[in-house]
Protein backbone atom coordinates (compact mmCIF):
# COMPACT_ATOMS: atom_id res chain seq x y z
CA UNK A 1 0.00 0.00 0.00
CA UNK A 2 1.12 3.42 -0.85
CA UNK A 3 1.57 5.55 2.02
CA UNK A 4 3.01 9.10 0.56
CA UNK A 5 4.14 11.62 3.40
CA UNK A 6 4.70 15.14 2.62
CA UNK A 7 7.24 17.24 4.71
CA UNK A 8 9.47 20.72 4.35
CA UNK A 9 6.59 22.97 4.41
CA UNK A 10 6.40 26.29 7.02
CA UNK A 11 6.29 30.13 7.06
CA UNK A 12 8.80 32.03 4.80
CA UNK A 13 9.08 35.55 3.66
CA UNK A 14 8.18 36.81 0.42
CA UNK A 15 11.26 35.81 -1.83
CA UNK A 16 12.20 32.76 0.11
CA UNK A 17 12.77 29.25 -0.28
CA UNK A 18 11.66 26.26 0.71
CA UNK A 19 12.33 22.63 -0.28
CA UNK A 20 9.45 20.14 -0.02
CA UNK A 21 9.88 16.22 0.05
CA UNK A 22 7.32 13.44 -0.76
CA UNK A 23 8.64 10.41 0.79
CA UNK A 24 7.07 6.71 0.88
CA UNK A 25 8.63 4.58 3.77
CA UNK A 26 7.33 1.29 2.44
CA UNK A 27 6.48 1.19 -0.95
CA UNK A 28 9.15 1.83 -3.95
CA UNK A 29 8.21 5.09 -5.94
CA UNK A 30 10.63 4.25 -8.91
CA UNK A 31 8.18 3.02 -10.84
CA UNK A 32 5.08 5.96 -10.39
CA UNK A 33 5.10 9.49 -11.99
CA UNK A 34 4.86 12.03 -8.82
CA UNK A 35 2.33 15.43 -9.28
CA UNK A 36 2.59 18.19 -7.07
CA UNK A 37 -0.36 19.79 -6.19
CA UNK A 38 -1.51 22.86 -3.75
CA UNK A 39 -5.09 23.88 -2.13
CA UNK A 40 -5.38 27.51 -0.58
CA UNK A 41 -8.25 28.50 0.95
CA UNK A 42 -11.28 28.76 -0.88
CA UNK A 43 -9.71 27.01 -3.98
CA UNK A 44 -9.84 24.20 -6.19
CA UNK A 45 -6.66 21.51 -5.70
CA UNK A 46 -4.59 22.30 -9.03
CA UNK A 47 -1.51 20.67 -10.11
CA UNK A 48 2.29 22.30 -10.22
CA UNK A 49 4.32 20.02 -11.95
CA UNK A 50 5.00 16.39 -12.16
CA UNK A 51 7.66 13.75 -12.69
CA UNK A 52 7.94 10.83 -14.96
CA UNK A 53 9.21 7.83 -13.98
CA UNK A 54 11.86 8.62 -16.37
CA UNK A 55 12.53 11.63 -14.55
CA UNK A 56 11.31 13.84 -17.34
CA UNK A 57 9.41 16.61 -15.89
CA UNK A 58 6.69 19.35 -16.58
CA UNK A 59 5.42 22.43 -14.95
CA UNK A 60 2.61 24.63 -15.10
CA UNK A 61 3.12 28.28 -16.39
CA UNK A 62 3.30 29.79 -13.02
CA UNK A 63 5.85 27.42 -11.81
CA UNK A 64 8.28 27.42 -14.62
CA UNK A 65 11.26 29.08 -13.57
CA UNK A 66 10.62 29.48 -9.97
CA UNK A 67 9.65 25.69 -9.08
CA UNK A 68 12.11 22.60 -9.56
CA UNK A 69 10.79 18.91 -9.02
CA UNK A 70 13.50 16.12 -8.85
CA UNK A 71 13.54 12.26 -7.77
CA UNK A 72 16.30 10.72 -5.93
CA UNK A 73 15.61 6.87 -6.01
CA UNK A 74 17.85 5.95 -3.18
CA UNK A 75 16.02 7.75 -1.34
CA UNK A 76 12.81 7.00 -2.77
CA UNK A 77 11.94 10.72 -2.82
CA UNK A 78 10.29 13.61 -4.56
CA UNK A 79 11.46 17.09 -4.52
CA UNK A 80 10.14 20.39 -5.31
CA UNK A 81 12.30 23.00 -4.62
CA UNK A 82 10.57 26.41 -4.41
CA UNK A 83 12.74 29.16 -4.93
CA UNK A 84 11.46 33.07 -5.52
CA UNK A 85 8.20 32.53 -2.97
CA UNK A 86 4.80 34.78 -3.41
CA UNK A 87 2.51 35.20 -1.16
CA UNK A 88 -0.27 33.63 -3.68
CA UNK A 89 1.96 30.44 -3.23
CA UNK A 90 0.57 30.14 0.53
CA UNK A 91 -1.79 27.18 0.37
CA UNK A 92 -1.37 22.99 1.36
CA UNK A 93 0.48 21.40 -1.18
CA UNK A 94 0.28 17.41 -2.01
CA UNK A 95 1.55 14.99 -3.64
CA UNK A 96 0.23 12.11 -5.58
CA UNK A 97 1.02 8.95 -7.64
CA UNK A 98 -0.15 8.21 -10.76
CA UNK A 99 0.61 5.90 -13.80
CA UNK A 100 2.47 8.85 -15.70
CA UNK A 101 2.11 12.94 -16.53
CA UNK A 102 -0.27 13.66 -18.87
CA UNK A 103 0.12 17.42 -18.49
CA UNK A 104 -3.65 18.01 -17.71
CA UNK A 105 -3.55 17.48 -14.07
CA UNK A 106 -6.44 15.95 -13.20
CA UNK A 107 -7.78 14.69 -10.12
CA UNK A 108 -8.92 11.34 -10.98
CA UNK A 109 -5.43 10.65 -13.20
CA UNK A 110 -3.84 10.57 -9.76
CA UNK A 111 -4.31 7.13 -7.12
CA UNK A 112 -2.23 7.86 -3.90
CA UNK A 113 -2.34 11.01 -2.13
CA UNK A 114 -0.22 12.33 0.34
CA UNK A 115 -1.69 14.82 3.69
CA UNK A 116 -0.36 17.76 2.69
CA UNK A 117 2.19 20.30 4.30
CA UNK A 118 1.61 24.02 4.82
CA UNK A 119 3.60 26.74 3.37
CA UNK A 120 2.46 30.02 4.06
CA UNK A 121 4.36 32.86 2.51
CA UNK A 122 3.85 35.57 4.70
CA UNK A 123 6.06 38.86 5.74
Known amino acids: QVQLVESGGGLVQPGGSLRLSCADA????????IGWFRQAPGKEREGISCIDSDGSTYYVDSAKGRFTISRDKAKNTVYLQMNSLKPEDTAVYYC?????????????????WGQGTQVTVSS
Open 96 to 112: ATASHCSGSYYLWEYDY
Open 26 to 33: GFTLDYYA
